[in-house]
């Protein structure tokens, strides 16, 4: 049975410092995604990683994956108010054909 | 209309009510979800069509009955549901090819009340 989990579940944050949100799955995978869900509304898509070693950068999130591993890291850098909300790391479990599981979700609250 | 709709996006049901959700894409792809978030439990996946066919069925209780008419349409039937069905039921769709997804696209969600 494929699991996801991450960590921290919940992260509260200061304007202006650096953190990081693992997700861990534990089977193999071909591709893990993230996504953003403000309160009371749907999920935002924000990356995609295909392959391991993949690194992708959005303004101040990077998401990277590290399929030997089974971990990817979601990375904030500089945190601003407009960064909180849910973050929701994915798998899609290979020839699954779209059965993405689901971590969790890591709340993020960014205070001045 | 553009991505993922879902009407209504919001119901309050009495419990013994029968009601639909529905769901509508205009992206063209292949393959139709049916999420349930609640306070309690992570996104869980319910039902997944791909093709207008039923490929996934998470042990979903019998008074949640979806539709798939065809590629661009999903409903989700209820009857008889119980307090703790309410959650936010999220619709998504995604293209589907060689057995692999592409990402998902979620829709706006239809906030689910069960008196």
Sequence with gaps: ELKVEQNPLFLSMQEGKNYTIYCNYSTTSDRLYWYRQDPGKSLESLFVLLSNGAVKQEGRLMASLDTKARLSTLH???AVHDLSATYFCAVDMRGSQGNLIFGKGTKLSVKP | ???????????????????????????????MYWYKQSAKKPLELMFVYNFKE?????????????????SSHLFLHLHTLQPEDSALYLCAS?????????????????????T
Excluded: D
């Design chain 1, 76 to 78: 904030i850098t500089a």
């Design chain 2, 1 to 31: 209309e553009t991505g993922v709709t879902q009407t209504p996006r919001h119901l309050v049901m009495g419990m013994t009510n029968k009601k639909s959700l529905k769901c509508e894409q205009h992206l063209g792809h292949n393959a």
């Design chain 2, 54 to 70: 039923q490929t996934e069925n998470n042990s979903v209780p019998s008074r949640f009955s979806p539709e798939c008419p065809n």
């Design chain 2, 94 to 114: 995604s293209q589907v090819a060689g057995g692999l997804s592409y990402e998902q696209y979620f829709g706006p969600g239809t906030r689910l009340t069960v």
